[in-house]
């Protein structure tokens, strides 16, 4: 593979699915090229940052790199959208108004927050092996399992009625599986759109019951918010409930899954978390460290500057390529190999800095919820067919995990 080839997997959903590809192309370019100028007739131009300790750098340096003019990575079209769509939620800012926004649901997203639903975790995780056990030992982990659970607590969280569920489910998966033929809506790329209005008419609604009738739930704390002595308006409630129902649950269950496949597929380490389930909490972060469920997010910078000797003028982008990150060898002992117990784990697949997930005390608590539950009640589980993963090129995993299993 030479440099452009390696290149094109930023740009290509399919190398997203294609583990091997992605794998080879990233260690080619944090040995030969960590900062890297990706040109391609869909996107606008950006350098590839591959290198763990330069994501770092960058995520660290909020004032010089900015996220509100490209986020994540999308084609031409789509920057030029979102410069005419007046929706901004946490990941669209920059201070002041960032951390402004960001103060009115962190304390939920506190470990003393989200302590208050551990019961409630707790009973869905039961439920979900509970169904597993129903299934007769054999099931879709992804579809039956992983791809649910997680949408529950988030949904629980925000207060959203149960029957409600399905839906907001369908509209996240074709939110993000838009470069996936089989999840978009009618394999229509350009539909994406649509899911997102159908999001926002369903939030919207949802404001004007809170403010009515207010409960104690995160959906009532983000519709009555006060942002600098007034109310938050109706578009900015509803891009955070859309951040928070949509980051909150597409990227634990990609981890929640991924991670089984990685546990199965790794000689010796479902017997070794068995053997010792205090393993849980190293497990389930390297589960995360592995998949690295977000793909990327963009930075663009506010002067000239300069990584790794390599110019960046004002106003141009740079990719953060959390998987790569997640694989350099600078940091990690045998990042290729999958480790259970291992510590330290020093991975950004909740990035870093400003913007550092809200949610990480929250998919810890879930995923560990998830993985006790499993290792005490199954007694032996394998693939009972070929995975295969979703081409997406912003948040991504399994879209397929068939497996065979014994029950306890
Ligand atoms: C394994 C699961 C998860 C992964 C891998 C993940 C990853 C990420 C990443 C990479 C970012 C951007 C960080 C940056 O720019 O430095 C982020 C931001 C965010 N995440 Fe997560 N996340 C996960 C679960 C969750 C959950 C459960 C929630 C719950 C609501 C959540 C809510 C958010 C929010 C609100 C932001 C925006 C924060 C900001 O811009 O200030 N995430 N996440």
Same mark, same amino acid.
């Given at each position: 593979m030479d440099i452009a080839a390696a290149a094109s997997v930023f740009t290509d959903p399919r190398a997203y699915a294609d583990d091997a590809r992605f794998r080879a192309a990233t260690a080619l370019l944090r040995r030969e090229s960590p900062v890297h100028l990706v040109e391609h007739e869909r996107f606008n131009p950006f350098y590839a940052i591959t290198r763990h300790e330069d994501v770092m750098a960058i995520s660290r340096a909020s004032d010089i790199w900015?996220?509100?003019?490209?986020p994540a990575l999308g084609p031409k079209a789509k920057d030029a959208d979102r410069e005419k769509i007046p929706i901004r939620s946490l990941v669209q800012m920059d201070a002041p108004d960032h951390p402004v926004y960001r103060h009115v649901s962190a304390d939920w997203f506190k470990p003393a927050g989200v302590r208050r639903l551990r019961d409630r975790i707790a009973e869905l995780a039961k439920r979900y092996v509970d169904h597993m056990a129903d299934l007769g030992g054999e099931c879709d982990f992804f579809r039956d399992v992983a791809a649910h659970y997680p949408l529950y607590v988030i949904l629980s969280l925000l207060g959203?009625?149960?029957?409600d569920f399905p839906l907001m489910l369908r509209l996240t998966q074709e939110l993000f599986g838009a470069d996936d033929e089989e999840l978009a809506r009618g394999g229509d790329k350009s539909a994406q759109m649509a899911a997102l209005i159908d999001f926002f008419n369903y939030f919207q609604a949802l404001i004007a019951e809170r403010r009515a009738n207010p409960t104690d739930d995160l959906g009532s704390v983000i519709a009555n918010a006060t942002i600098r002595g007034e109310r938050i308006n109706e578009l900015e409630a509803a891009g955070y409930y859309t951040l928070i129902a949509t980051a909150g649950h597409d990227t634990t269950s990609a981890a929640l899954a991924g991670g089984l496949h990685a546990l199965v597929e790794s000689p010796g380490q479902w017997q070794r978390l068995v053997d010792d389930p205090s393993l849980v909490p190293t497990a389930f972060d390297e589960m995360i460290r592995w998949v690295s469920p977000v793909k990327q997010f963009m930075r663009t910078a506010t002067e000239d500057t300069e990584v790794r000797g390599v110019r960046i003028a004002a106003g141009e982008s740079v990719l953060l390529s959390y998987p790569s990150a997640n694989r350099d060898e600078d940091v990690f002992d045998n990042p290729n190999s999958f480790d259970? %117990?291992?510590?330290p784990n020093r991975h950004v697949a909740f990035g870093? %800095?400003?913007?550092?997930?809200?949610g990480t005390h929250l998919a810890r608590l879930e995923g560990q919820a998830l993985y006790a539950e499993l290792i005490s009640r199954v007694r032996s589980i394998e693939l009972a067919g070929t995975p295969e993963y979703m081409e997406a090129m912003f948040v991504g995993g399994p879209k397929r995990l068939p497996v065979r299993y014994t029950m306890a």
């Amino acid at each position: 593979m030479d440099i452009a080839a390696a290149a094109s997997v930023f740009t290509d959903p399919r190398a997203y699915a294609d583990d091997a590809r992605f794998r080879a192309a990233t260690a080619l370019l944090r040995r030969e090229s960590p900062v890297h100028l990706v040109e391609h007739e869909r996107f606008n131009p950006f350098y590839a940052i591959t290198r763990h300790e330069d994501v770092m750098a960058i995520s660290r340096a909020s004032d010089i790199w900015l996220n509100a003019p490209r986020p994540a990575l999308g084609p031409k079209a789509k920057d030029a959208d979102r410069e005419k769509i007046p929706i901004r939620s946490l990941v669209q800012m920059d201070a002041p108004d960032h951390p402004v926004y960001r103060h009115v649901s962190a304390d939920w997203f506190k470990p003393a927050g989200v302590r208050r639903l551990r019961d409630r975790i707790a009973e869905l995780a039961k439920r979900y092996v509970d169904h597993m056990a129903d299934l007769g030992g054999e099931c879709d982990f992804f579809r039956d399992v992983a791809a649910h659970y997680p949408l529950y607590v988030i949904l629980s969280l925000l207060g959203l009625p149960e029957e409600d569920f399905p839906l907001m489910l369908r509209l996240t998966q074709e939110l993000f599986g838009a470069d996936d033929e089989e999840l978009a809506r009618g394999g229509d790329k350009s539909a994406q759109m649509a899911a997102l209005i159908d999001f926002f008419n369903y939030f919207q609604a949802l404001i004007a019951e809170r403010r009515a009738n207010p409960t104690d739930d995160l959906g009532s704390v983000i519709a009555n918010a006060t942002i600098r002595g007034e109310r938050i308006n109706e578009l900015e409630a509803a891009g955070y409930y859309t951040l928070i129902a949509t980051a909150g649950h597409d990227t634990t269950s990609a981890a929640l899954a991924g991670g089984l496949h990685a546990l199965v597929e790794s000689p010796g380490q479902w017997q070794r978390l068995v053997d010792d389930p205090s393993l849980v909490p190293t497990a389930f972060d390297e589960m995360i460290r592995w998949v690295s469920p977000v793909k990327q997010f963009m930075r663009t910078a506010t002067e000239d500057t300069e990584v790794r000797g390599v110019r960046i003028a004002a106003g141009e982008s740079v990719l953060l390529s959390y998987p790569s990150a997640n694989r350099d060898e600078d940091v990690f002992d045998n990042p290729n190999s999958f480790d259970v %117990g291992r510590s330290p784990n020093r991975h950004v697949a909740f990035g870093f %800095g400003a913007h550092y997930c809200l949610g990480t005390h929250l998919a810890r608590l879930e995923g560990q919820a998830l993985y006790a539950e499993l290792i005490s009640r199954v007694r032996s589980i394998e693939l009972a067919g070929t995975p295969e993963y979703m081409e997406a090129m912003f948040v991504g995993g399994p879209k397929r995990l068939p497996v065979r299993y014994t029950m306890a």
